[in-house]
């Protein structure tokens, strides 16, 4: 049986997504932007290749929240079918299953008793005993596809926007690079700092994790920008 704890609530899978959001915006565009800029692009054109790819990964990763979220969904209502279909096939072994839900809970035997005679008299009340209490599914806490697809593409937006900023007031390339990178490295430790917040960890040690990650993808654009560099 999956305990109650360990149920994702809409507001659990809403900080997963902003928090997941940012983080590949913030990684695939300071990876662009810092590339792009190596190869010694002017800056208005850095500029302009991070915004297309800002909003091709808005697009992107909105519309990938939106089909997962709607998968997830269907996913739901078929086991909610599958288990009507027990109730209404095999309704002895679903009650025996519910009077072990009850024994697994601490309940004597005659509370167990009653308490699955009072289950198992409504079919819906049944089944929907089946769906949280064995598979761990709350049907009224769905997930809106849009409003799932809405909060990635800004999060992706929000993450995007450090290594873009530089490139907003600054003219030059040499000058604007480094602050690229630095409020980069800045927001990835401060939203390891977040996560580590919302799912009570460390601190520091999900900071630096995040920092690492946004660090090498820098690199591969330094890399990858000066090699384009030379080859153009």
């Known amino acids: 049986m999956i305990q109650p704890d360990r149920i994702h609530t809409p507001a659990a899978r809403a900080i997963r997504e902003v928090v997941f959001g940012v983080n590949d915006g913030l990684v695939s565009i300071t990876g662009l932007v ?3 800029a190596s190869s010694h692009m002017p800056a208005h054109q850095v500029l302009q290749a991070g915004i297309a790819a800002v909003v091709a990964a808005m697009i992107a990763m909105g519309l990938g929240a939106y089909l997962s979220t709607s998968a997830q969904n269907e996913y739901f209502l078929a086991e909610r079918e599958r288990e009507a279909h027990e109730v209404r096939v095999m309704p002895e072994e679903e009650r025996r299953e519910v009077e072990g839900i009850y024994r697994a809970q601490g309940f004597s035997r005659e509370i167990t008793r009653v308490l699955t005679d009072h289950v198992t008299a409504d079919p819906e009340r049944w089944i929907d005993f089946m769906m949280k209490e064995e598979l761990g599914i709350h049907l009224d806490r769905l997930d809106n596809p ?5 909060v990635m593409a800004l999060a992706v937006l929000l993450g995007s926007l450090p ?3 530089p490139f ?3 003219p030059r390339v040499d000058q604007a ?5 630095g409020l980069a490295m800045a927001t990835a ?4 700092m977040v996560k580590a917040r ?3 960890g460390n601190w520091w040690r999900s900071g630096v994790q995040f920092l690492l990650v946004s660090a090498a993808a820098a690199l591969a654009g330094i890399l990858a920008g000066h090699w384009l560099g030379g080859v153009a």
């Not at 849009?146 to 809405?150: E, L, V």
């Not at 690079?177 to 990178?181: A, C, D, E, F, R």
Request: glycine fraction near 12%; charged fraction near 5%; proline fraction near 8%.
């Open 34 to 36: 810092v590339g792009v």
């Open 146 to 150: 849009w409003q799932s697809a809405g």
């Open 163 to 165: 290594p873009l900023v």
């Open 168 to 170: 907003l007031v600054v």
């Open 177 to 181: 690079l480094p602050w690229t990178i």
């Open 189 to 192: 430790f401060f939203l390891g």
């Open 198 to 200: 919302v799912a009570k």
